[in-house]
């Protein structure tokens, strides 16, 4: 192949390859077989049993959580047997990174890394983030969150990578890989978990056209990935919790797609019915010993639970551990250079450049910068809860270190504040400003409201010091449970009536307001009124609205939260050594009122086919800035995209060809997307959905003749009535374009109708 060709997966060919690594096979729960099932006839019922929890005890694992940070301090173990030489799996939870104290890489959050589009890099950071969980002793990670963003107040924005399935599912791919080499993959949380304030709660309704078009697509892209296991959700689909979710976890994730791993719950509070919830097809409850171990035992004597259940779950687990490779790794693995270069890679593919007026940036031969702002000077990495990391004092490069680091001859005037007036004053005496702005952990980001956990906590067990001194078996442990619910019923009240702490590191939650604080937008103004080359710096993992004042400014970036090495990152673009590359991975409407309805303590709410781009489509608005938009320091220029010639039949893929050119002054990066009109004869279709995309680097004048595969899934709707994928008869057209709303070039091609399967 000529190496200026690009592959059919749509990555470009010469781009690096992930760095080498300590393990010499990943881990392959198949070849792991047959071991898995001679260990498992070793077992006797009490030790299948024990390997379905974690190994922790509740009580004690709470007040370790409570008193010793102890999500923070080592791994949670399940499946310990030492008699027949089994270490376990010992789980730790990092999407931005491994969250153990201890040195680890803190990477910009996935929704940064969505911003980048760049399957080849995520898997790269999915290898780093699982090697230096091995330095830990971990050896499963939970790195992989590709919940869709339905709405961009979603708390938890940050750890997902956006609001497409086909975007999403491919960068959740690339990172369960990457993790796969060296560990085994968590995939979160199945199903339908985007709203935070009521996920312990919340019923979504969706009919099995929306959950298979774009609620589970990306959950299907991750377990062809290989992924290890997958974590059900919290909150109920459909009326079922998803922990108990027979369609969901069996009828779905284990008999239609094939799913050989095992199944987890989301932590401490992800089960109610235990015996429903292991019919359904859950494997395992983590972190603790809680509502499995207070029912398997009875309900398997008694046959509620048949033995073949609790044997296939068993040797689900027994396959997964016995997969991870053995050996030693150093704690050297932790912020290796080559991590650390990653992430400031990730950190500068992900800044996307909506507004440059003049144009204003790259700075040029600027003698003095203010840069003002409370963020510009604090490390931003993310809100506090289960992703929360912990980088060495010191690590974190901000803005303004960034900056300084990157100019040392330019004068740097600083307002670390988000004091209007003196910010302005700072500003006034330079040649331009930067005023970094944004979200921190205060205002989105993970939350827990005391009163939703509390019929969970009607199921805790007996401490353990109890447990201990009363009489054993079955129906001696049926008789303590009755003795202890009193006491259980009185704590599940307390919590129940408990008031939600304010300022903690889990009270932020959802936002219903998507604009900037108040005192924000006065000091953008402020700062712009005096010095007319203002660039503005969003920091943020969802959206922010900006139409009281994009206007006002000349120039505005979305730097997100970035990382340990974003600062570096963002020196790097504004003073022109690279080029802004990112995209974005959600549009930003210009009201709320085009984004679906958005209630986070509701109950009850029904997901459709529209939110997004769909949405904005279908009603004829248009955003502020789309879906796939982000502005460059040079231009592109494509060729007519043009389809390979054999006949679109049958299961194979399209392909489609287009070159592109680097024609503008610098090399650059451009992220080429493929969207589908569909014909929208049969069923409702959206304007236009994402089909395809790559990412490509060229040098200036540089071309590249780019093949694109499009799995014929993708042009597909699902068919309630026939419970599988077809595709319309009828003219379709691919357009491949720069975002969701730009014209762009297309290419049509009549495809014969038909079923695609399952």
């Known amino acids: 192949m000529d190496p200026a060709d690009t592959a059919a997966s749509g990555i470009p060919g010469d781009l690096a390859a992930p760095a080498a690594a300590p393990d010499a096979a990943a881990p392959d729960a198949a070849a792991s077989g047959p071991r898995a099932e001679a260990l498992l006839a070793q077992l006797s019922t009490a030790e299948k049993l024990a390997l379905l929890d974690g190994d922790t005890p509740f009580w004690a694992g709470m007040v370790a959580i409570a008193a010793r940070d102890a999500s923070h301090r080592r791994p949670w173990p399940a499946g310990r047997l030492p008699r027949l030489g089994l270490s376990g799996l010992q789980f730790v939870d990092g999407p931005r990174g491994v969250v153990l104290e201890g040195g680890a890489t803190t990477f910009p959050v996935p929704m940064a890394r969505g911003a980048a589009w760049n399957p080849e890099l995520e898997e790269r950071i999915g290898e780093a983030i699982a090697l230096e969980a091995r330095s830990f002793g971990a050896n499963w990670v939970a790195a992989v969150c590709v919940n869709l963003l339905r709405h961009p107040g979603w708390g938890r924005a940050q750890e997902t990578y956006g609001e497409d399935p086909v975007h999403v599912g491919e960068l959740g791919a690339a990172c369960t890989r990457g993790l796969q080499r060296h560990a085994l993959a968590c995939v979160k949380h199945l199903a339908l978990n985007s709203i935070d304030s009521s996920r312990f709660l919340v019923d979504v309704q969706a009919t099995p056209r929306v959950l298979h078009e774009l609620y589970l697509p990306q959950f299907r892209a991750c377990v062809e990935a290989g992924a290890a296991s997958v974590m059900s959700a919290y909150n109920r689909v459909n009326g079922v919790w998803c922990g108990e979710h027979p369609q969901l976890l069996e009828g779905i994730l284990k008999r239609r797609w094939g799913f050989a791993g095992f199944v987890v719950t989301d932590f401490i509070f992800g089960l109610r019915d235990g015996v429903a919830a292991l019919l359904a097809g859950q494997d395992l409850e983590m972190p603790f010993r809680m509502v499995f171990a207070g029912v398997l035992e009875e309900a398997l004597a008694d046959g509620r639970v048949p033995a073949g259940r609790v044997d296939d779950a068993a040797l689900r687990l027994l396959r997964a551990q016995l997969a991870v490779p053995a050996g030693h790794h150093p704690a050297a693995l932790r912020r290796r250079a080559d991590h650390l270069q990653l992430a400031r890679q990730a950190a500068t593919e992900a800044i996307v450049l909506l507004r440059n007026q003049g144009p204003l940036l790259p700075f040029r031969d600027l003698d003095s910068l203010a840069v003002v702002g409370r963020l510009a000077a604090e490390p931003n990495l993310g809100d506090r809860g289960s992703s929360d990391t912990r980088p060495p004092p010191g690590s974190v490069v901000t803005p303004l270190d960034g900056l300084r680091a990157a100019a040392a001859q330019l004068t740097i005037r600083a307002s670390a504040s988000d004091d209007p007036a003196a910010a302005a004053e700072v500003a006034a005496g330079c040649e331009a400003a930067v005023v970094v702005v944004g979200l921190d952990w205060r205002l989105e980001g993970e939350h827990i409201h005391p009163g939703d956990i509390a019929p969970v906590l009607r199921r805790i067990p007996p401490p353990d010091w109890l447990l201990g001194r009363w009489p054993g078996g079955p129906g001696g442990r049926r008789r303590l449970r009755r003795a202890w619910q009193p006491a259980a019923d009185l704590i599940a009240w307390i919590t129940g009536h408990a008031t939600p702490r304010q300022g903690g590191d889990f009270a932020s939650g959802d936002r219903t307001d998507l604009r900037l604080p108040p005192r924000q937008v006065a000091l953008i103004r402020a ?81 459709d086919l529209w939110h997004g781009y769909r949405r904005l489509g279908r009603e004829g608005q248009r955003a502020a800035y789309p879906f796939g938009f982000g502005l460059s320091y040079s231009r592109f220029e494509f060729s007519q995209p043009v389809l390979d010639p054999e006949p679109a039949t049958g299961d194979g893929a399209l392909v489609l060809n287009v070159t592109v050119r680097n024609a503008g002054p610098m090399a650059a990066a451009e992220v080429v997307q493929v969207y589908l009109e569909a014909p929208d004869l049969e069923v409702e279709r959206p304007p236009r959905t994402l089909v395809a995309f790559t990412r490509l680097e060229l040098a200036e004048d540089e071309r590249r003749h780019l093949r694109l595969a499009i799995p014929r899934r993708r042009l597909a709707y699902f068919d309630e009535a026939g419970d599988g994928f077809r595709i319309e008869a009828g003219l379709h057209r691919l357009v491949v374009a720069r975002h969701v709303e730009d014209p762009g070039l297309a290419v049509e091609v009549t495809l014969e109708g038909g079923w695609l399967g399952p």
């Open 527 to 607: 700062v712009a009124a005096a010095n007319p080359r203002t660039v503005v710096v969003l920091m943020g993992g969802g959206a922010v609205l900006m139409e009281e004042w994009r206007r006002v400014v000349p120039a505005i970036l979305l730097l997100w939260y970035p990382g340990e090495q974003g600062g570096h990152a963002l020196a790097d673009v504004l003073l022109g050594r690279v080029s802004p590359s990112g995209r974005l991975p959600f549009g930003l409407p210009t009201s709320t009122d085009h984004l679906p309805p958005f209630e986070p303590r509701a109950p009850l709410v029904t997901y």
